[in-house]
């Protein structure tokens, strides 16, 4: 089966720097990549996803890019705010039903 | 509601109990997926429901654990005589997908049922 590993395990920035997680993972079968952010208490939020065909997407602050060759993919958050604290989640997909295989989750505190 | 709704927020089960949970998904959603989340961990697969059928329940640790969806809409996880390492958060997640290999596969995440095994 699928595995996907995530690094860091924790981040800390300085407000207004960038952020980078990186994930791997093993199937090349995987065709979707989302990921998550999950604050405490709650569900996790999808706040990008790209899929194979595609080789980075931006919305707003936040940019996903995919490397299929290395099968690695990242999330880069710029200009970081307190309200970016959370743990983020990588996750992939190699299921048409879209059953997905996460990383362990990167704990990102940015600090004023 | 316009997102996908779990009940109970928290359970405390005295070890060897039975408990039910319950994911109420975005209406219309006809896939949905059971996650477990151990503290400090990603979510880990359990089951999946297309529809009112169950396509894959690989994930299920144990007998013990059981899942419906009998209408294919609400949805029910069922422990049986809860062990102290079945604590742990259980994630709800419903999908547009309406057939394999296409549609639409963002998945929305409920809040999550937290379950202590004492």
């Known amino acids: 089966g699928e595995n996907v590993e995530q690094h860091p395990s924790t981040l800390s920035v300085q407000e207004g720097d960038s952020a980078v997680i990186k994930c791997t993972y093993s199937?090349?079968?995987?065709?979707?990549f989302p990921w998550y952010k999950q604050e405490l208490g709650k569900g996790p939020q999808l706040i990008i996803d790209?899929?194979?065909?595609?080789g980075e997407k931006k919305d707003q602050r936040i940019a996903v890019t995919l490397n299929k060759t290395a099968k690695h993919f990242s999330l880069h958050i710029t200009e970081t705010q307190p309200e970016d604290s959370a743990v983020y989640f990588c996750?992939?997909?190699?299921?048409?039903?879209?059953?997905?295989?996460f990383g362990a989750g990167t704990q990102v505190v940015v600090t004023p | 509601g316009a997102g996908v709704s779990q009940s109970p927020r928290y359970k405390v089960a005295k070890r060897g109990q039975d408990v039910a949970l319950r994911c109420d998904p975005i209406?219309?959603?006809?896939?949905l997926f059971w996650y477990q989340q151990a503290l400090g961990q990603g979510p880990e697969f359990l089951t999946y429901?297309?529809?009112?059928?169950?396509?894959?329940k690989s994930g299920l640790p144990s007998d013990r654990f059981f899942a419906e969806r009998p209408e294919g809409s609400v949805s029910t996880l069922k422990i049986q005589r809860t062990q102290q390492e079945d604590s742990a958060v259980y994630l709800c997640?419903?999908?547009?997908?309406?057939?394999?290999?296409?549609?639409?596969?963002?998945?929305?995440f409920g809040q999550g049922t937290r379950l202590t095994v004492v």
């Open positions: 997640a419903s999908s547009l997908n309406r057939f394999r290999g296409g549609g639409n596969t963002e998945a929305f």
């Open positions: 199937d090349s079968a995987s065709n979707y």
């Open positions: 790209i899929r194979s065909n595609v």
């Open positions: 996750a992939a997909s190699w299921d048409s039903w879209g059953k997905l295989q």
């Open positions: 209406s219309g959603h006809v896939s």
């Open positions: 429901f297309q529809n009112e059928a169950q396509l894959d």
